[in-house]
């Protein structure tokens, strides 16, 4: 069944396909609780991929106390016949300042004639997609690293969202490069507030 969602002007929609996925995450960049429609939907013709990178300057370290130069984020890439499946939220125009600065190595791309299992009414909705600079073809271990902290927080935001959620999830997203994935440990900021949407 499709679900309809109204939005007023002065809305946004955002889906979130990473670390959105965990509402909680959401509601820090937001600044308050979510208390708008959400949707379970899909974007036809994307799926996930660990490819989006964001500079770490030393923000986040190994167990061993090493930064990598880089972190990895999931990313989204074309892919036809696909289905990305993800969370649409509702957002004031206003709040997309604060979400564009949080996935500032990503752009944003209107899905609202892509999603599939929800419809928007009065406004569009966006994706972030990172910028070309900002994506490695084969990133090597000590210059790029993926955290498991973020793992973590996506793995939350997935078992809040079911098993057939779940399900559609991996059969969307590339598998984890694992020999990337450290132990991370936060030097600075909030483990909640940050990209790879």
């Not at 996930?48 to 990598?68: C, H, L, Q, T």
């Not at 564009?100 to 966006?126: F, K, P």
């Amino acid at each position: 069944m499709l679900r309809t969602i109204a939005m007023h002007a002065d809305e946004r929609a955002i889906f979130g396909y990473g670390s959105l996925l965990l509402k909680r995450s959401m509601e820090k960049t937001l600044g308050r609780a979510y208390r708008q429609p959400l949707a379970i939907c899909g974007v036809r013709g994307w799926r996930r991929s660990w490819d989006a990178f964001m500079p770490n300057a030393g923000k986040y370290v190994d167990e061993s106390g090493i930064a990598p130069a880089n972190i990895i984020y999931l990313n989204v890439r074309p892919a036809p016949g696909a289905l990305l499946n993800g969370v649409l939220y509702v957002v004031p125009q206003a709040a997309m300042t604060d979400f564009d600065s949080r996935e500032w190595v990503y752009g944003r791309i209107e899905v609202t004639e892509l999603l599939s299992g929800v419809e928007v009414r009065g406004g569009n909705a966006w994706m972030y997609a990172a910028k070309p600079e900002f994506v490695v073809a084969q990133p090597r271990r000590g210059d790029y690293a993926i955290r498991q902290t973020y793992i973590d927080v996506v793995q939350e935001g997935l078992r809040e969202l079911g098993q057939e959620f779940r399900d559609g999830y991996r059969a969307s997203t590339d598998v984890v490069p694992a020999e990337l994935v450290i132990r991370d440990v936060q030097t600075s900021g909030d483990s909640l507030h940050f990209g790879g949407t």
